[in-house]
């Protein structure tokens, strides 16, 4: 019997997160249809150079041209990969919608406009009333735009099977009623099946030693694994503080290098860079060179080697907006002992997960340190749970039957 085809629209060979999901899912779906992944050029859609945006929208309409031949259509929706002007990534992605069959969007993130009754906002009104109004602005900008998109989405669902995966009950909520639109589901991000992760635990207990001896670590040092583009809302120098309260024998490793996105043309260094480099050498408070290791950009297979090889995953992230954490995600399926900061993201990942994962407040090293030092190394049983119920098998199902349920 001749198999379905699907067609996943994302950064697909872009060094990103993304990426990466989308990756993950095109390996399962192909259990099941003939699975495309197209790639979107991202310089070439956020340019505003006039030529290349006329190449942007050849780009867009080759894409739609070829979605027309797809049974299914995925696409993994970050509004900052379609462009940088809102009238921009609507009119793409209204193209790529119209363009489609039967779909599903995947909403990595929903801003929402903040209030103008907020106490905050008129604090803000009151001392400096243009910046105030600027800022409102400046916060509305996106908003406005995921609010058109989504009424739009509701709009093409009367002509064909549209549908929205979120990775937050919030999210999922503020779609449904305040939106109106029905049509939209829930689960987080998911990547590992079970023989994966049974191969990643077995190559880690088999190469331990190996890993070890690579970086010039003892048996006795406790590894501490921050993941992740270096940025500075990862929050690497709250892990950098906590490790200055740590024993010697902790040691902090830095899993991943500056984005893409942020290099900038002759700049000796990145800034933030600076910032931890700084905070390592600072002599004052003692240089800590011989205990924080950078060990740069890492495929998808040594990302989670690694995982699985440290003693504990920090993630000290701050308050970014982002509905989901690929990072977050792919630790619990490792089963790894997790330190999440208390950021939106990580509490509503908590609600698929409870007692999966320890927290600490957003910048408090201390706090960070002394939930290391104190593990409490009990949280198997939720992890257990949690996989059995979110798990990549049960999200591709959940996938399939949105596609099909037309057919039923």
């Known amino acids: 019997m001749k198999k379905s085809k699907l067609a996943i629209v994302s950064s697909y060979n872009e060094l990103c997160g993304n990426a990466t999901y989308a990756f993950a899912l095109k390996k399962e779906f192909e259990k099941y249809y003939n699975v495309d992944a197209l790639s979107l050029r991202v ?109 739009f989405f509701k709009y093409a669902s009367n002509e064909r099977n549209v549908n929205i995966i979120v990775h937050t009950k919030r999210e999922k909520e503020i779609i449904k009623y305040m939106f109106g639109f029905d049509n939209v589901f829930d689960f987080p991000i998911t990547f ?111 990302f989670i080697t690694a995982l699985n090889q440290v003693n504990f995953t920090v993630l000290p992230y701050k308050e970014t907006g982002q509905s989901g954490s690929g990072v977050a995600s792919i630790t619990l399926e490792t089963r790894a002992k997790s330190i999440f900061s208390n950021n939106k993201a990580f509490f509503e990942l908590s609600k698929y997960a409870p007692g999966a994962f320890e927290t600490f407040d957003i910048g408090n090293y201390v706090e960070l340190a002394q939930k290391i030092l104190f593990y409490r190394d009990n949280y198997s049983k939720g992890l257990i749970e949690y996989y059995d119920k979110y798990n990549i098998e049960n999200n591709i199902n959940l996938h399939i039957s949105l596609f099909e349920k037309d057919k039923r």
């Open 43 to 151: 310089n070439l859609l956020r340019s505003e150079n006039r030529q290349y945006k006329k190449l942007a929208q050849q780009h867009i309409d080759d894409l739609c041209s070829k979605l027309k031949d797809y049974d299914y259509v995925n696409i993994q929706l970050e509004v900052g990969l379609f462009g940088i002007k809102r009238r921009d990534i609507y009119s793409r992605l209204k193209k790529i919608v119209e363009s489609s069959k039967n779909l599903i969007i995947t909403m990595h993130r929903i801003d929402v406009k903040n209030s103008f009754l907020s106490v905050d906002f008129l604090k803000k009104v009151i001392n400096s009333p243009m910046k105030a109004i600027k800022e409102y602005r400046d916060s509305s900008y996106y908003p406005s735009l995921y609010a058109k998109l989504i009424l």
């Open 192 to 302: 590992l099946n079970r023989n994966e992760i049974k191969y990643y635990c077995d190559k880690a207990i088999e190469s331990n030693k190996v890993f070890r001896n690579r970086y010039n670590l003892g048996d006795s040092d406790v590894i501490i694994g921050v993941f992740g583009f270096i940025s500075d809302y990862k929050g690497h120098l709250t892990a950098i503080k906590a490790l200055r309260i740590l024993p010697e024998n902790y040691k902090l490793m830095i899993f991943g290098s500056q984005h893409p996105q942020s290099i900038l043309s002759n700049s000796d260094i990145d800034p933030y860079l600076e910032i931890l480099i700084k905070e390592i050498k600072n002599r004052r408070k003692g240089d800590l060179s011989n205990r924080v290791y950078f060990c740069g950009s890492l495929s998808d297979d040594e």
